[in-house]
């Protein structure tokens, strides 16, 4: 073989080494990338890591058994907001389809969007919480100085006292962050049921 021949095949060697290279980092990115919406569609469906069910009817069976249910609302970095639950906690019987408050008020200047993002501990009590209605299901909007109260209507699957791994657990708690999120600005700021309270002077 002439060396015109050989230095043209290891261009064709090192110019596959390259494509091979360069399609393993895309590959990996793309997984990296999927990574975390496959990573939260599973949670949502098994209820792992503490992620709640969301469902469209309410339960047919209740329980003559309680559930102690504590609640917790943090609001990161990038929204000047305070966010507190009405009451810190309930007591529901298992099955019974109960609506809590939260509330949410804009300090800032400048209207700002938020995602809330939730998750209960014990993580096993997470396959059996079932939402119904809650404002995490859509972003919320508040104008400067706006307040509303956002409710959230769940109840406690009858199942979580068949499982072993849940059914000693007698408190449960949901907790909330809001997260600050850019897009376009919607006609109404109060989606999800969320009710406007006046600002008091």
Same mark, same amino acid.
């Given at each position: 073989m002439s060396e015109k021949a050989a230095a043209r095949k290891q261009r064709r060697n090192n110019g596959a080494v390259v494509m091979m290279c360069l399609s393993f980092v895309f590959g990996m990115g793309a997984m990296s990338y999927a990574a975390v919406p496959l990573y939260r569609i599973? /949670?949502? $469906?098994?209820? @792992?890591?503490? *992620? *709640? #069910?969301? %469902?469209?009817?309410?339960?047919? &069976? %209740?329980? !003559?058994? +309680?559930?102690? $249910? *504590?609640? !917790?609302?943090? &609001?990161?970095?990038?929204?000047?907001w305070n966010f507190k639950p009405a009451e810190h906690e309930v007591n529901p019987k298992i099955g019974e389809t109960i #609506? &809590?408050?939260f509330v949410a008020e804009n300090r800032s200047n400048e209207t700002q969007r938020g995602q809330a993002v939730f998750n209960v501990t014990p993580g096993? =009590?997470? =396959? @059996?919480?079932? +939402?119904?209605? /809650?404002? /995490?299901? *859509? !972003?919320? !909007?508040l104008k400067p100085g706006e307040k509303l109260e956002m409710p959230v209507v769940f109840y406690i699957d009858p199942d979580i006292v068949k499982a072993v791994e849940s059914k000693d657990i007698h408190t449960v708690t949901l907790s909330y962050t809001f997260y600050p999120k850019e897009g376009? +600005?919607? &006609? =109404?700021?109060?989606?999800g049921g969320a009710v406007k309270i006046e600002k008091k002077l």
């Amino acid at each position: 073989m002439s060396e015109k021949a050989a230095a043209r095949k290891q261009r064709r060697n090192n110019g596959a080494v390259v494509m091979m290279c360069l399609s393993f980092v895309f590959g990996m990115g793309a997984m990296s990338y999927a990574a975390v919406p496959l990573y939260r569609i599973f /949670c949502q $469906v098994t209820g @792992y890591n503490g *992620t *709640t #069910q969301r %469902v469209e009817q309410m339960s047919s &069976v %209740v329980l !003559d058994r +309680k559930m102690r $249910v *504590t609640f !917790d609302a943090n &609001v990161a970095p990038g929204l000047q907001w305070n966010f507190k639950p009405a009451e810190h906690e309930v007591n529901p019987k298992i099955g019974e389809t109960i #609506q &809590v408050n939260f509330v949410a008020e804009n300090r800032s200047n400048e209207t700002q969007r938020g995602q809330a993002v939730f998750n209960v501990t014990p993580g096993e =009590a997470g =396959a @059996y919480f079932n +939402k119904v209605q /809650c404002f /995490c299901f *859509t !972003d919320t !909007d508040l104008k400067p100085g706006e307040k509303l109260e956002m409710p959230v209507v769940f109840y406690i699957d009858p199942d979580i006292v068949k499982a072993v791994e849940s059914k000693d657990i007698h408190t449960v708690t949901l907790s909330y962050t809001f997260y600050p999120k850019e897009g376009p +600005k919607p &006609v =109404a700021s109060n989606e999800g049921g969320a009710v406007k309270i006046e600002k008091k002077l």
